[in-house]
């Protein structure tokens, strides 16, 4: 990829298509460069003026000096592909193209969009679009979009980068950072991407001091593991990359196809691989917003629970609820915090993590840092959220200063978040502007700041580092579709747990393998063609002696003859029949996008009806794949539900463990089905009824 610093940071400017009409797209540019005080060349160009606003006016791309840094295309789709091929030829080193009707247009736009790619790469030029709003560097003052942008410049603050393939959401995204008094070093739009992704803009970000927190709207990465091996390099710097991805919807991947000209991928893969490199993955703009918030304005969320002070019984409740309904941990609080509390507050206030503080602060305001200052030392807090009611001014003038002044006292190493509970209230914006001076966000409702702060608490709780992946090759791996019978010969060596049994091309070697393994047994035909044996009668149970052998092996061939006519079965597999268990599932893939995953959950109706399943990364440790188990739904039924005994979870893991290894050691495997795997009592073990492996060729 060529240096991004021409497109980003240019020293001087062209814009195609520049127009004294007020409203015009090349107007915009031009008046955005001039209002961010860009101190570059701006060279214009239309054929029919000679100035445009005082300045002299290019009747050509011709007529462009060698080597301008970018040139914006402000004119219509069908002339941009003439323009890009003469702004090579002038050595210009980056090209933003607003027009849209390429890739996500049809074919002949597709054509269009590869054509200005092989154009750039063969003149090292930079594209950002097309189809996107173009770019503003707060940092140096330039403005290359032709939407009316403040010019803010972001100073010695530390910034929000945007980077996002949808241009309207880069703004929108844009103006609530700055409702938020936030500052921003980069905002990109990528658009289709023709020539340049979001890849290649966080990696330059990563690097840059200005940037603290990359914002991010997605709807397609194109290098996912370019973009995870970026996403790690940002946490190790100590930043933080907060995503925005839609497409958990088969309408929204529906809808990002005709949007960007993207296929969309699979989101849940997606979330596995993204969380797991250290990115913070939200749910809505809103969420995106709130999270960015306190990633740049407070201090670090570390590993811990939450600790909420308020003023209302009723506000107690609800906050328990909803923690409760999102997952945030609402420890009690310590002996030794409670016997400070205790001294600090009146008796006739409890103790408690939510704890109601009453209306006693109207009359004793100091109680704000009285309380603080011992829930704030307390190491089981990671952050402190105050719900406070508002109500008006002369109620705002007796809580904000002490709030505030509490906090600046106190200087606490942890987050402190305030929440408004009356949205609308009207007191003097100046006590906002207060909070956040001292790093406390300020959010409009309670539900916002505890599901932001939820994103990054999760955050903090993850495991990052990979656990001891010894990868396993599996020798003699056929291509395509690899049979149970022969997927268990490979699997069964390196570790996964089969029922007893063995393969039998002919009815007397059947009865071989059953002598060896006793009866009962069931018979199970074997095809690569063959991947729903039940649909074709190909599975007979409780077989009871040979002479029932020999009657099932005939059964079993009729069935599937029936069936499928002229298929050709391998043989059958012979295995003891087991005893009954729970049901689970266990699966593995390797997407050649994102890489290796592991997929766990419960089988049967749970699998189908409640989606009861877990995607996750191939090296975890033993201990996060547990804790992964007993996060499912039906979680409990692991640790004995209404006097079952607990089940072997440890047995499971193990399972888990070895997969992610023989993924790690062979990339031909495409995919692995264990399904059903059954779960025994404590001890006993697992083992895997059925397996089936997709492999490359």
């Given amino acids: 990829m060529p240096d991004l610093t021409r497109l980003l940071s240019p020293r001087s400017v062209a814009i195609v298509g520049a127009s004294p009409t007020p409203g015009a797209?090349?107007?915009?540019?031009?008046?955005?460069?001039?209002?961010?005080?860009?101190?570059?060349?701006?060279?214009?160009?239309?054929?029919?003026?000679?100035?445009?606003?005082?300045?002299?006016?290019?009747?050509?791309?011709a007529e462009?000096?060698?080597?301008?840094?970018?040139?914006?295309?402000?004119?219509?789709?069908?002339?941009?592909?003439?323009?890009?091929?003469?702004?090579?030829?002038?050595g210009v080193g980056a090209v933003v193209i607003f027009s849209a009707g390429f890739a996500e247009g049809g074919d002949e736009g597709l054509a269009a969009q590869a054509e200005v790619a092989r154009i750039a790469a063969?003149?090292?030029m930079v594209i950002e679009g097309p189809n996107c709003l173009g770019l503003v560097n707060y940092i140096d003052g330039v403005a290359l979009t032709f939407v009316e942008t403040p010019a803010l410049r972001l100073g010695d603050r530390p910034g929000v980068g945007i980077v996002s393939q949808s241009g309207a959401m880069a703004v929108v995204l844009g103006t609530t950072l700055m409702a938020k008094d936030l500052g921003i070093s980069?905002?990109?739009?990528?658009?289709?991407?023709?020539?340049?992704?979001?890849?290649?803009?966080?990696?330059?970000?990563?690097?840059?001091?200005?940037?603290?927190?990359?914002?991010?709207?997605?709807?397609?990465?194109?290098?996912?593991?370019?973009?995870?091996?970026?996403?790690?390099?940002?946490?190790?710097?100590?930043?933080?990359?907060?995503?925005?991805?839609?497409?958990?919807?088969?309408?929204?991947?529906?809808?990002?196809?005709t949007h960007t000209g993207a296929m969309a991928g699979d989101w849940q893969l997606m979330k596995t691989k993204v969380e797991r490199a250290g990115v913070v993955l939200v749910d809505s703009l809103e969420e995106l917003g709130d999270v960015i918030d306190i990633a740049l304005r407070a201090r670090p969320v570390g590993k811990g629970g939450t600790a909420v002070l308020t003023e209302s019984g009723a506000f107690k409740a609800l906050t328990l609820d909803l923690a409760e309904t999102i997952g945030l941990d609402l420890p009690p609080v310590g002996a030794d915090t409670e016997a400070e509390l205790r001294v600090a507050m009146p008796d006739f206030i409890p103790v408690s993590n939510p704890m109601d503080l009453t209306a006693?602060?109207?009359?004793?305001?100091?109680?704000?840092?009285?309380?603080?200052?011992?829930?704030?030392?307390?190491?089981?807090?990671?952050?402190?959220?105050?719900?406070?009611?508002?109500?008006?001014?002369?109620?705002?003038?007796?809580?904000?200063?002490?709030?505030?002044?509490?906090?600046?006292?106190?200087?606490?190493?942890?987050?402190?978040?305030?929440?408004?509970?009356d949205d609308g209230a009207v007191f003097s914006p100046d006590y906002i502007a207060g909070l956040r001076a001292i790093g406390v966000p300020y959010f409009p409702s309670a539900d916002r700041a505890f599901r932001a702060l939820r994103h990054l608490s999760r955050l903090a709780e993850r495991e990052f580092d990979s656990a001891d992946v010894a990868p396993i090759a599996l020798d003699g791996l056929p291509s395509g579709v690899v049979p149970e019978y022969r997927a268990k010969q490979l699997l069964g060596p390196v570790g996964i747990p089969f029922?007893?049994?063995?393969?039998?091309?002919?009815?007397?070697?059947?009865?071989?393998?059953?002598?060896?393994?006793?009866?009962?047994?069931?018979?199970?035909?074997?095809?690569?063609?063959?991947?729903h044996k039940s649909d074709a009668g190909g599975v007979l149970l409780n077989i009871a002696d040979d002479a029932a052998l020999a009657d099932a092996w005939t059964k079993l061939y009729a069935n599937v003859e029936a069936y499928a006519p002229g298929l050709a079965l391998d043989g059958a597999l012979i295995e003891s029949m087991g005893a009954r268990g729970t049901e689970l599932i266990i699966g593995a893939k390797n997407d050649p996008e994102w890489g290796p995953v592991i997929l766990v959950g419960f089988g049967g109706v749970q699998a189908e009806l409640l989606q009861d399943v877990r995607l996750l990364p191939h090296d975890l440790s033993r201990a996060a794949i547990i804790a992964a188990l007993r996060s499912l739904k039906s979680a409990a039924i692991l640790d004995g539900f209404r006097g079952a005994p607990a089940l072997d979870i440890e047995a499971v893991a193990d399972i888990v463990v070895t997969l992610g290894c023989v993924l790690a050691g062979t990339p031909a495997i495409r995919e692995i089905d264990l399904n059903p795997v059954l779960i025994y009592p404590e001890g006993q073990g697992a083992v895997a009824l059925d397996a089936l492996i997709l492999a490359d060729g």
């Fill in 360 to 421: 006693q602060a109207l009359v004793d305001p100091d109680l704000y840092r009285r309380t603080l200052q011992p829930i704030l030392a307390d190491r089981s807090f990671a952050a402190v959220v105050l719900g406070i009611i508002q109500t008006d001014e002369a109620t705002a003038a007796r809580k904000f200063p002490y709030i505030i002044d509490a906090v600046r006292q106190i200087a606490p190493d942890k987050p402190v978040l305030f929440a408004g509970l």
């Fill in 499 to 531: 029922p007893a049994g063995g393969f039998a091309a002919t009815a007397e070697e059947a009865k071989a393998v059953a002598a060896r393994i006793g009866y009962p047994v069931v018979l199970k035909a074997q095809a690569s063609a063959l991947s």
């Fill in 25 to 61: 797209l090349g107007n915009s540019v031009l008046r955005n460069l001039e209002r961010h005080g860009f101190s570059g060349a701006i060279h214009l160009i239309n054929p029919k003026r000679d100035t445009i606003e005082g300045r002299p006016c290019l009747k050509s791309i």
């Fill in 186 to 257: 980069i905002s990109v739009s990528t658009g289709n991407e023709a020539a340049s992704g979001v890849e290649d803009y966080v990696e330059y970000l990563v690097d840059t001091p200005h940037t603290q927190v990359i914002g991010m709207i997605v709807e397609q990465f194109r290098q996912p593991e370019r973009f995870l091996a970026v996403a790690r390099r940002m946490r190790a710097a100590g930043k933080t990359i907060v995503l925005l991805h839609p497409g958990k919807s088969a309408a929204a991947r529906e809808s990002a196809a």
């Fill in 64 to 90: 462009l000096p060698e080597g301008v840094d970018a040139a914006v295309l402000a004119i219509p789709g069908p002339a941009v592909l003439g323009a890009v091929r003469e702004l090579a030829a002038r």
């Fill in 122 to 124: 063969a003149h090292d």
